[in-house]
């Protein structure tokens, strides 16, 4: 996967990296990457 800006996900709760995920594929699917 490529680098990008968001936290490192295995410092975050796994409720965080949940909404985290959900921002990341959000963004995909608007096509902002």
């Not at 990008?4 to 909404?19: C, G």
């Amino acid at each position: 996967m490529a680098d990008t800006s968001h936290a490192d996900v295995k410092q975050l709760s796994f409720e965080r990296a949940i909404e985290e995920l959900e921002s990341i594929v959000k963004r995909l699917e608007d096509g902002k990457v």
